[in-house]
């Protein structure tokens, strides 16, 4: 629930227990506060797991499912997220093990989706020691056709191109958590597959489902039957064969507040249902400032935009949006490649200039050619387009400067806080709204009916 407050506002500060205070300006009124829900942490997680595990949603136990012969593959969420992936496995291989389910049947891949891919060391901290030296592990490689099995396409037109450990196994088993997403309503569940172990032509087109001609935001936290890409992602998984979900309801690193397995359409269902009552923020009058740290992220820059893009409709259209980023210098381009980055900083203020009114030239021309940057341009587009965005990230900064296209960025409060008076010159006294926990909380568009 929101609070307005006039004290000195703490806000999580990276990987630990660690805070940044915002150095709020005197002469603005308090700004109201929206916290995530983040009542009722599990105490015992390999308790939950264990009776998940025994009572799983909509499908047999797992147990049941497999034996003596069985082939199957454990896909994972990639290390940007914070899914307790090394406690998890080591329960669920000695379940298949106990099974009949030998060793080299089984098949570990994280789901990288479009992210880098994971190399030897983050693959041991990602899924563990034991884990790497006992069974093969993948990152899938999105561009080799070779190593991906054509499933032919969806009534829809979507080519489904598998990784090929994970379409030919007996069972899929996927490991992750529900957060709020911007084009899937909440990731989790079959998006581990689609596209997280997919060809580079079906993430395209998975990702493609969730533009359409309206604001990609439209879609943050609806309901999976009214979203185009997860119905797209449902119509591609028909083509698989049975796949279970171990998910998770998460709130920072370390945090779990539930786990369910079972079928990946109710385990889905159930914990959107609850992450939508934790972490929506409740109606109230758009914002003139709005402020959003991107905390629990881990510090992807990527990552951290989608961030300023949850809370984008908290604010009104002229509005000032500011960005709170912490940043791990190992996960600063783990999304958003720094010679990318570099290149648009490089090009300073004239180039924002010309990003910001030539977004949406590069939105239609992307769109007509399928471009597989479709949905960056169209979140780019989204973000700045009537909206003045800053950010406050030393660690950015010091990489590569003080701007990011339109976008400026700021090592120090006291010129960020300058720069929003500059741009709220007409409001010296700001109706503001700050996002501690960012990456958590989101605040859906609202239509008119």
């Given amino acids: 629930m929101p609070t307005a407050t006039t004290t000195p506002i703490a806000i999580p500060w990276g990987d630990s227990n660690a805070h940044l205070t915002i150095e709020w300006p005197e002469s603005w009124p308090g700004p109201d506060v929206v916290w995530p829900n983040l009542a009722d942490r599990l105490d015992d997680y390999p308790a939950a797991l264990a009776e998940a595990l025994d009572t799983p949603l909509g499908s047999p136990r797992i147990e049941d499912s497999v034996g003596l012969g069985s082939k199957v593959a454990i896909v994972v969420?990639?290390?940007?997220?914070?899914?307790?992936?090394?406690?998890?496995?080591?329960?669920?291989?000695?379940?298949?093990?106990?099974?009949?389910?030998?060793?080299?049947?089984?098949?570990?891949?994280?789901?990288?989706?479009?992210?880098?891919?994971?190399?030897?060391?983050?693959?041991?901290?990602?899924?563990?020691?034991?884990?790497?030296?006992?069974?093969?592990?993948?990152?899938?490689?999105?561009?080799?056709?070779?190593?991906?099995?054509?499933?032919?396409?969806?009534?829809?037109?979507?080519?489904?191109?598998?990784?090929?450990?994970?379409?030919?196994?007996?069972?899929?088993?996927?490991?992750?958590?529900?957060?709020?997403?911007?084009?899937?309503?909440?990731?989790?569940?079959?998006?581990?597959?689609?596209?997280?172990?997919?060809?580079?032509?079906?993430?395209?087109?998975?990702?493609?489902?969730?533009?359409?001609?309206?604001?990609?935001?439209?879609?943050?936290?609806?309901?999976?039957?009214?979203?185009?890409?997860?119905?797209?992602?449902?119509?591609?998984?028909?083509?698989?064969?049975?796949?279970?979900?171990?998910?998770?309801?998460?709130?920072?690193?370390?945090?779990?507040?539930?786990?369910?397995?079972?079928?990946?359409?109710?385990?889905?269902?159930?914990?959107?249902?609850?992450?939508?009552?934790?972490?929506?923020?409740?109606?109230?009058?758009?914002?003139?400032?709005?402020?959003?740290?991107?905390?629990?992220?881990?510090?992807?820059?990527?990552?951290?935009?989608?961030?300023?893009?949850?809370?984008?409709?908290?604010?009104?259209?002229?509005s000032v949006l500011v960005g709170f980023f912490w940043t791990n210098p190992e996960e600063i381009d783990r999304s958003f490649p720094m010679p990318a980055m570099r290149a648009i900083a490089a090009s300073g203020a004239l180039g924002g200039w010309v990003i910001r009114r030539g977004l949406a030239m590069a939105d239609g021309v992307a769109s007509a050619l399928h471009a597989r940057s479709e949905f960056l341009i169209r979140w780019a587009r989204e973000l700045v387009v009537d909206r003045t965005v800053l950010i406050y990230a030393p660690a950015l900064h010091e990489r590569i400067g003080g701007r990011l296209g339109p976008i400026r960025i700021f090592a120090d409060q006291p010129s960020l806080w300058k720069a929003a008076a500059g741009a709220l010159k007409q409001t010296p006294r700001p109706l503001a709204r700050i996002f501690p926990q960012g990456g958590l909380t989101y605040s859906p568009e609202r239509y008119p009916s």
């Fill in 77 to 318: 969420d990639d290390p940007s997220r914070w899914t307790p992936v090394r406690e998890a496995l080591p329960v669920l291989l000695g379940r298949l093990k106990g099974a009949g389910v030998v060793a080299e049947n089984i098949s570990i891949s994280v789901g990288v989706g479009r992210h880098h891919a994971v190399d030897a060391e983050a693959m041991r901290r990602r899924v563990g020691d034991a884990v790497v030296d006992a069974y093969p592990c993948f990152s899938p490689p999105v561009d080799d056709m070779s190593r991906y099995v054509d499933l032919g396409p969806t009534a829809e037109g979507v080519p489904v191109r598998v990784f090929r450990p994970v379409a030919e196994a007996d069972l899929r088993i996927l490991i992750g958590s529900v957060l709020p997403h911007l084009q899937a309503g909440f990731g989790g569940g079959y998006k581990l597959i689609f596209p997280g172990t997919s060809h580079r032509s079906t993430l395209g087109a998975i990702h493609a489902k969730g533009l359409g001609a309206n604001d990609a935001g439209r879609l943050l936290g609806c309901d999976a039957v009214d979203n185009p890409m997860r119905r797209a992602i449902h119509a591609a998984a028909e083509k698989l064969g049975p796949c279970v979900s171990i998910s998770h309801l998460l709130g920072a690193s370390g945090q779990v507040f539930r786990v369910r397995s079972g079928h990946p359409d109710p385990v889905q269902n159930d914990l959107a249902a609850e992450a939508r009552r934790r972490f929506r923020a409740p109606d109230a009058e758009p914002a003139d400032l709005v402020i959003a740290g991107n905390h629990p992220w881990p510090g992807d820059p990527m990552q951290s935009f989608k961030v300023l893009l949850q809370h984008r409709a908290a604010g009104k259209p002229g």
